[in-house]
């Protein structure tokens, strides 16, 4: 039981190229969220995924895209990268969102753009 | 708009001794209050969750604390150890209904980081 992970776990992007970060959860989980973690900020989220085949904007969505066309998968992309979108970015998954789910985290990729 | 404080922003402490983290926030609708501890270069991982009608509680070493009314929380270290050394983050949901989608909003704080020296 490998719970949430992500691949890369770095990567380094010049300004305009484009990337998919993975996420991937063996838990069954219906929830599935991207966040990112910038210095001296809280996380903030990005998009999430209440099903297979349904995404939602969260917070700070400008800038990315997501799919999930399975329900253990959950990417993320990038189609121009932008030095403002260099950060820590995680995964979560839950199974479900009231109460007191709790969510269970990836371990990160950290992402430079230049 | 919904805000999570967090204090202090670090705190050093030697191995063995008790510290405490604060919480204050201002999120409605209140569905749960969680902690998590971040060590660095990982992901956060859960300590607590705490519904509107839980005041207290602990995980191991760990007391968390609630006061609804006041929308406090804390988090009490005891007997410190040196895998201690972390990020502590607080974070409070809110329920949300949206276009028919369920959706918890999670807030989170910025962190009070720990550092616990031999």
Known sequence: N?????????????????????????MNHEYMYWYRQDPGMGL???????????????????GYNVSRLKKQNFLLGLESAAPSQTSVYFCASSYSYSGSYEQYFGPGTRLTVT | ?????????????????????????????????????????????????????????????????????????????????????ASYICVVSAFINAGGTSYGKLTFGQGTILTVHP
């Open chain 1, 44 to 62: 903030r989220l990005i998009h999430y995924s209440v099903g297979e085949g349904t995404t939602a904007k969260g917070e700070v969505p400008d």
């Open chain 2, 1 to 85: 708009k919904n805000q999570v404080e967090q204090s202090p922003q670090s705190l050093i402490i030697l191995e063995g001794k008790n510290c405490t983290l604060q919480c204050n926030y201002t999120v409605s609708p209140f569905s749960n209050l969680r902690w998590y501890k971040q060590d660095t270069g990982r992901g956060p991982v859960s300590l607590t969750i705490m519904t509107f009608s839980e005041n207290t509680k602990s995980n191991g070493r760990y007391t968390a604390t609630l006061d609804a009314d006041t929308k406090q929380s804390s988090l009490h270290i005891t007997a410190s150890q040196l895998s201690d050394s």
């Open chain 1, 2 to 26: 490998a719970g949430v992970t992500q691949t890369p776990k770095f990567r380094v992007l010049k300004t305009g190229q484009s990337m998919t970060l993975l996420c991937a959860q063996d």
